[in-house]
């Protein structure tokens, strides 16, 4: 019995971040496990970037094991919270870009590239959704995207997001009925 729990010990997500920074190569187990998951994450959340934005996590979270906090058997909610900061910081730098274009030209018709991916991206996500969660705030909306596309606990959002669980319960209420009560706005109803 005691081996097969240190077996588990051993092949849990902390077990190959302890081995990684005596053999970096180990790391590779974990980038195994779960760039699926931080793939589509970021892929959702900012379209064709998406992947440099999962490689950029998976190259964070690399330089900063040995710091990742190994009582937590489970680094999906850690890489998420890592990609979720990326994704906000990639965003805001593409919106400073995109309001410093339209201060050198500022004609409405005007189209540059990023208004161009904007609206690809939209696309991706569809219209009725793209307008419902543009009326949730950012904080709001990274804990209800967690739990939506990658079916995190209210637990694993409060450590992905280094946040109180009473806080993502909270930011939880208010983004559903937020994206409630737009979604009645926009005319969508259950079917």
Not at 7 to 32: H, K, M, N, W
Not at 42 to 49: E, T, V
Not at 148 to 157: G, I, K, M, R, T
Request: with cysteine.
């Amino acid at each position: 019995m005691s081996a097969d729990l240190d077996r588990v010990t051993i092949d849990s997500d902390a077990g190959v971040i302890e081995r990684s920074l005596r053999d970096p190569q180990a790391f590779g187990e974990l980038f195994d496990r779960h760039w699926g998951a931080v793939h589509r994450y970021c892929g959702s959340r900012a379209g064709s970037d998406g992947e440099g934005l999962a490689a950029e996590t998976f190259r964070l979270a690399f330089d900063r094991r040995a710091t990742y906090d190994t009582e937590r058997a489970d680094a999906l909610p850690w890489l998420l919270g890592l990609a979720t900061n990326l994704i906000r910081n990639h965003l805001r730098e593409r919106s400073r870009g995109t309001r410093a274009v339209g201060r050198l030209d500022p004609s409405p018709t005007a189209d540059h590239a990023d208004a161009a991916i904007d609206r690809a991206e939209a696309a991706l996500l569809g219209p009725v959704l793209t307008a419902a969660l543009e009326g949730i705030g950012c904080d709001d909306r990274d804990a209800l995207l967690l739990i939506a596309w990658n079916d995190l606990s209210y637990h694993e959002v409060a450590e992905a997001l280094d946040i109180p669980v009473g806080t993502v319960r909270s930011r939880i209420s208010r983004a559903r009925l937020r994206l409630r009560t737009r979604l009645s706005e926009l005319g969508y109803t259950r079917g």
